[in-house]
């Protein structure tokens, strides 16, 4: 397979790990160790990365890369990030599950119409925060939770926020505890990371 017609990043490559020419990678695959099972991961020039080894390392994984053989070569990586095309990705996942990819670029709505546009997802431990663009406002960060973000439809392009419980709303009644709409018994609406899980 040639570079990825349709990339979604697989993981980020971090620091070189010894002198063998190993690294530390971030995945953002369900199971970290299942970075392995796509194949080639192309980086955003098109240049091939095939894993001949990989093992857990606390919240990332240790890989070697074939002809990455010294530190060296290894520290040239580091920042380089790792994509497959969207066909290597399974679609079965449940009602309530989305790849992050598929979520960038969604408009987002409110009962009044189109608010804005999703330009990031991110997770920070917490749980999934949408980056949202609201007109001119940039960095608005709403909790990706059911209540916070009750309808998500890829097919149609958008999603439906809930303004107080995405803590679009300024009032003095929105001080209450809940405004930020991390609800604690709120249910994470749980994107699926890229390799299908939440």
Partial sequence: M???????????IGAAHGIKGELRVKTFTG??????????LYARDGRAFQIIDIRPAGTVVVV???????????????????????SML?????????????????E?????????RIVAVHNFGGGDILDVTLGERKGVLIPFTQ??????????????VDPPAAGLVDDEES????????DPKGRPRGPKDAGGNR
């Fill in 2 to 12: 040639s570079k990825p017609q349709n990339p979604v990043q697989m993981a980020v």
């Fill in 31 to 40: 199971d970290p160790l299942a970075l392995a099972d796509y194949g080639p």
């Fill in 64 to 86: 070697r890369f074939k002809g990455i053989s010294d530190r060296n070569a290894a520290e040239a990586l580091a920042g380089t990030e790792l994509y497959v095309d969207r």
């Fill in 90 to 106: 399974p679609d079965d996942g449940e009602e309530d599950e989305f790849y992050h990819a598929d979520l960038i670029g969604l």
């Fill in 108 to 116: 987002v709505r409110d009962e009044t119409g189109v608010i804005g």
């Fill in 147 to 160: 209540a916070a973000v009750p309808h998500v439809s890829i097919a149609d392009g958008f999603v439906r």
């Fill in 175 to 182: 001080e209450a505890p809940g405004r930020s709409g991390f």
